[in-house]
């Protein structure tokens, strides 16, 4: 994780304020961050210390079950939040954040903050109606199960997860996010690898043919 400093800090400030999210102003002590891919931005069941507000990039959300099974359950872009319901509340299970690209972040210290935020009217009107966006998203991921064939859903996936043009994904976390059978997405992939949309390379898959896999993924209405 890096911390952007000086001028580097002042530009991104500048380019991607956030001010008017706020009746204060937060500048003072906020923080400029970038995390690699891979990098945990939250660990899973540590409160975070900070607020986190994405402005580049994207992250997954990951839940560790009872019997020690993780899953993937949501996906976070940028101009969202990270950390809302840590603050909202004082009793909260935390759900392990990982960067899948290059993520850069305004992180907004919870300790020199939480009052404010809590009684901003402004923030909290903002803050809900993101909240409400994000349930209307995960209620319709469960309804697209039944409704859409996995081509399409696997095409919204892999474009939402790959990197710089690389998917690499780990098929057993894609089966348990999307509800199918390894044989199934086995297969799925492979037809996509001949239509060539992508092409295969060891363990990872890169993306050849971006506008067919939009033109599968635009059918379910998320972008």
Same mark, same amino acid.
């Given at each position: 994780?890096?911390?952007?400093?000086?001028?580097?800090?002042?530009?991104?400030?500048?380019?991607? $304020?956030?001010?008017?999210?706020? $009746?204060?102003?937060?500048?003072?002590?906020?923080?400029?961050?970038?995390?690699?891919?891979?990098?945990?931005?939250?660990?899973?069941?540590?409160?975070?210390?900070?607020?986190?507000? +994405?402005?580049?990039?994207?992250?997954?959300?990951?839940?560790?079950?009872?019997?020690?099974?993780?899953?993937?359950?949501?996906?976070?872009?940028?101009?969202?939040?990270?950390?809302?319901?840590?603050? !909202?509340?004082?009793?909260?299970?935390?759900?392990?954040?990982?960067?899948?690209?290059?993520?850069?972040?305004?992180?907004?210290?919870?300790?020199?903050?939480?009052?404010?935020?809590?009684?901003?009217?402004?923030?909290?009107?903002?803050?809900?109606?993101?909240? $409400?966006?994000?349930?209307?998203?995960?209620?319709?991921?469960?309804?697209?199960?039944?409704?859409?064939? !996995?081509?399409?859903?696997?095409?919204?996936?892999? !474009?939402?997860?790959?990197?710089?043009?690389?998917? %690499?994904?780990?098929? +057993?976390?894609?089966?348990? =996010?999307?509800?199918?059978? =390894?044989?199934?997405?086995?297969? +799925?992939?492979?037809?996509?690898?001949?239509?060539?949309?992508?092409? %295969?390379?060891?363990?990872?898959?890169?993306?050849?043919?971006?506008?067919?896999?939009?033109?599968?993924?635009? +059918?379910?209405?998320?972008?």
């Amino acid at each position: 994780m890096e911390i952007y400093k000086g001028k580097k800090k002042q530009y991104f400030m500048e380019q991607h $304020s956030i001010a008017h999210l706020f $009746s204060f102003p937060v500048e003072e002590f906020i923080e400029v961050r970038e995390y690699k891919r891979d990098e945990w931005i939250i660990q899973e069941g540590m409160r975070p210390d900070f607020l986190f507000y +994405v402005i580049g990039g994207k992250a997954k959300i990951y839940i560790t079950h009872q019997n020690g099974k993780v899953s993937l359950i949501n996906f976070i872009n940028a101009n969202e939040y990270i950390g809302e319901m840590e603050l !909202l509340n004082d009793v909260y299970y935390t759900k392990g954040i990982q960067a899948s690209t290059k993520t850069i972040c305004f992180a907004l210290p919870i300790h020199r903050y939480r009052g404010q935020l809590l009684e901003d009217a402004k923030f909290l009107r903002e803050l809900t109606k993101f909240l $409400s966006v994000k349930a209307s998203v995960m209620a319709a991921k469960y309804s697209q199960s039944l409704a859409f064939p !996995l081509e399409n859903r696997l095409a919204d996936f892999i !474009l939402q997860t790959a990197d710089e043009g690389v998917y %690499k994904e780990k098929h +057993v976390a894609v089966c348990d =996010y999307l509800g199918v059978s =390894y044989r199934h997405l086995l297969h +799925v992939l492979t037809q996509f690898c001949e239509k060539g949309y992508m092409q %295969k390379d060891g363990r990872v898959y890169h993306i050849k043919d971006y506008a067919s896999l939009h033109a599968l993924a635009d +059918v379910l209405g998320n972008r």
